[in-house]
């Protein structure tokens, strides 16, 4: 017996006519009322009754259909549910991060762990300010978010829609700055009131804006700093600095080929670092197999 047989008696049952049930169900009507005929012999009874007009079910036709609508339910239940999961298994991950994380981070940790073929960047997302994931997690345009957050407490004033998350590293935001002609750093903290460090700074309400402001506030000694320009991105501010453009914080991570081979330099010692978790954000709404996989496979922390 096929499924097929069972939904040609459904079409029939519910038409009472054998034409339009082959044309519902898109076979010539010889076709299906050989199937039908085949149903019959291979359950023993006749299950309709050809004498009226329109044709009926015979009372063992009754009670057959209801098992076929049960059968053929169940059928497409456990197939939609096979497709969904296949799906999810082949499925990437759509991962929203900030460039500076998705150069500097991203590829060692998939090396170290060997998630690389299961995690996708999601490259439109380099542009975005922080609030930015969490609206894009919230409409499913992707799967997770990597991002900074404030190690200390700070006052965000950024919606993490009850979002869940995962610590998966630690950076810090390092004061650094250039070189003059002579050799010597550009600008040095804490600088003084009668001349102010030339400062990229980040917008005052982004996140790492309000996070570097509030760990400032925080410090015995205050920096004297004159703001250049507010720029969004890390990326951004390394390169204006490398062309000599006074001072600003940048994720050590980010810089540090750029200490190394001597294109920047430390403008303060740890003093003035700023601690930075990265957290991996996802929303409660996003389920399928291979991302609640993924999260369950990461390291536990606060979610």
């Known amino acids: 017996m096929e499924i097929r047989w069972l939904e040609d008696f459904i079409a029939l049952a519910r038409t009472r ?7 519902e169900q898109h076979v010539t009507q010889p076709t299906f009322s050989r199937r039908i005929k085949l149903l019959e012999e291979e359950m023993g009874v006749t299950l309709i009754n050809r004498q009226t007009l329109p044709l009926s079910l015979t009372p063992a036709g009754e009670e057959f259909l209801t098992l076929c609508e049960q059968v053929t339910e169940r059928v497409r239940l456990t197939r939609d549910r096979v497709r969904e999961i296949n799906a999810g298994q082949q499925r990437r991950i759509m991962l929203a991060a900030p460039q500076s994380l998705l150069t500097h981070f991203l590829p060692e940790w998939l090396a170290t762990s060997g998630w690389q073929a299961r995690l996708q960047p999601y490259l ?13 997690l919230a409409r499913a345009e992707c799967d997770l978010a990597l991002c900074y957050w404030p190690s200390e407490r700070c006052e965000l004033d950024i919606d993490t829609g009850n979002c869940f998350y995962r610590v998966v590293g630690h950076e810090r935001l390092i004061p650094v700055t250039s070189f003059t002609a002579n050799g010597e750093p550009s600008a040095l ?14 917008p005052k309400r982004s996140l790492l804006g309000t996070v570097l402001k509030t760990h400032l506030a925080r410090l015995s000694q205050s920096a004297f700093l004159t703001v250049q320009s507010e720029i969004s991105h890390a990326v951004s501010i390394k ?50 197999a291979g991302l609640d996989t993924f999260w369950n496979e990461l390291p536990s922390s606060r979610s």
Not at 126 to 132: E, R
Not at 243 to 267: C, I, K
């Open 17 to 23: 006519h054998f034409s339009r049930a082959a044309d």
């Open 124 to 136: 439109r997302a380099t542009t975005w300010v922080a609030s930015d994931y969490f609206q894009a």
């Open 189 to 202: 903290l804490p600088g003084s009131r009668q001349a102010p460090l030339p400062w990229l700074a980040y």
């Open 239 to 288: 390169e204006l600095l490398a062309l000599g453009y006074g001072m600003s914080w940048l994720p050590e991570r980010t810089v540090q080929a750029e200490l190394a081979n001597g294109t920047l330099v430390r403008a303060g010692d740890s003093r003035w670092d700023v601690p930075l978790e990265l957290r991996l954000y996802r929303h409660p709404s996003q389920h399928h």
